[in-house]
């Protein structure tokens, strides 16, 4: 990793955990709407912001009340949904088609954090397909949340790349 890139990691992070701590009260829980979440999209422009979204995410995650938990599961939903993603990238070459598709893996996989919320809060875990059960509506809110932010995130992160590009950052 080149000096340029691991700079450029250090700002990613860094501007995830201050746009983080800007909303703290609702950047971790069953309602969430991190903001610093649209950042993901930057795993579209390119592959090398994974390591600033991912120690950002760590970072901001030592202060969450949920400790080990989020440090485990917060941190782990976004490498392997950032490495999906990036997979994606190898057939999806269209920018805004791949920031769909983000928007909607990263909304999906939120289940893992909701299993993250049910685990910390000794909270009955089962999977059955009733409606009413506590896990599916924890999934729902979590990826509620997800949802919105990351598709406000898909015009704000694609006008900043026009006078950022960001592939030429890293």
Do not use: C
């Not at 000096?3 to 990613?12: L, P």
């Not at 392997?80 to 909607?104: A, C, D, E, R």
């Amino acid at each position: 990793m080149n000096i340029k890139t691991m700079a450029t990691s250090g700002i990613i992070a860094a501007l995830y955990v201050a746009v983080s701590m800007l909303v703290a009260p609702f950047a971790f829980g069953a309602f969430q709407f991190r903001i610093s979440e649209m950042f993901n999209h930057l795993i579209v422009f390119n592959k090398k912001y994974f390591f600033g979204i991912v120690i950002g995410v760590f970072i901001t995650n030592l202060f969450s009340t949920l400790g080990l938990y989020d440090l485990t599961f917060g941190v782990g939903h976004s490498i392997i949904t950032l490495s999906i993603s990036i997979l994606i990238g190898k057939f999806v070459k269209n920018k805004l088609w791949h920031m769909i598709l983000n928007t909607i893996l990263f909304t999906f996989t939120m289940f893992i954090i909701a299993i993250e919320l049910h685990l910390a809060f000794n909270i009955e875990l089962y999977f059955d397909f009733d409606i009413a059960n506590p896990f599916y509506y924890t999934w729902y809110t979590v990826a509620l949340g997800e949802f919105v932010v990351m598709a406000v995130g898909i015009p704000l992160m694609l006008a900043l790349n026009k006078r950022l590009k960001f592939k030429e950052l890293i």
